[in-house]
């Protein structure tokens, strides 16, 4: 079946440093690929996705590229702040999965952004 | 932008009660979700619905029921809560058919059971 596998967390970094966060995946097809973020005490919120290899999503600064060949779909940002600290979840969906019934979250990986 | 809400954020109920949990949507997505949230052990899908009046059960429904009279409107209700449902639940939305549209995920509500 299909799968997501995350880099352990939690992960603390200064303000404005450089941040990635891995994931990988295991799918049969060609799957969509997403990372959510959730703030503390809130529900999930779609950060950005890829729908196919190649792909790069994008929104509020981060980033992260469908890649295919090494089946990744890294989360970066170029400098974090304070307000960044949350826990990230990526997440992949495929065609099979009709109803969304078959949504596969990674574990989930906390991030601190100390000032 | 779509919203999709939960009646409420916070909730403590005693062992035996019958608990609702709201979930209301305003983007006519055809699929609502519940799932829990427990440290540890991720985000686990309880159940889900594909039309009104339609259900199908997630990977934990045990203890768990559902109700979908109208499009928008998905409810869960634990017949009769127990400590071990202590959880973060949190509801999703979603369109049919595209699996690069996403989910849409409402606040969540932290029920406490004693």
């Known amino acids: 079946g299909n799968s997501v596998t995350q880099m352990e967390g939690p992960v603390t970094l200064s303000e404005e440093a450089f941040l990635t966060i891995n994931c990988t995946y295991t799918?049969?097809?060609?799957?969509?690929l997403f990372w959510y973020v959730q703030y503390p005490g809130e529900g999930l919120q779609l950060l950005l996705k890829?729908?196919?290899?190649?792909d790069k999503g994008s929104n509020k600064g981060f980033e992260a590229t469908y890649r295919k060949e090494t089946t990744s779909f890294h989360l970066e940002k170029g400098s974090v702040q304070v307000s960044d600290s949350a826990v990230y979840f990526c997440?992949?969906?495929?065609?099979?999965?009709?109803?969304?019934?078959?949504?596969?979250f990674g574990p989930g990986t906390r991030l601190s952004v100390l000032p | 932008d779509v919203k999709v809400t939960q009646s409420s954020r916070y909730l403590v109920k005693r062992t035996g009660e019958k608990v609702f949990l709201e979930c209301v949507q305003d983007m006519d997505h055809e699929n609502m979700f519940w799932y829990r949230q427990d440290p540890g052990l991720g985000l686990r899908l309880i159940y889900f619905?594909?039309?009104?009046?339609?259900?199908e059960k997630g990977d934990i429904p045990e203890g768990y029921s559902v109700s979908r009279e109208k499009k928008e409107r998905f409810s869960l209700i634990l017949e009769s809560a127990s400590t071990n449902q202590t959880s973060m639940y949190l509801c999703?939305?979603?369109?049919?058919?595209?699996?690069?549209?996403?989910?849409?995920f409402g606040p969540g509500t932290r029920l406490t059971v004693t």
């Open positions: 619905s594909y039309d009104v009046k339609m259900k």
């Open positions: 997440a992949l969906s495929d065609l099979s999965d009709n109803y969304g019934q078959n949504f596969v």
């Open positions: 890829a729908t196919k290899a190649d």
């Open positions: 999703a939305s979603s369109l049919s058919g595209l699996a690069g549209v996403g989910k849409y």
């Open positions: 799918a049969t097809g060609y799957p969509s």
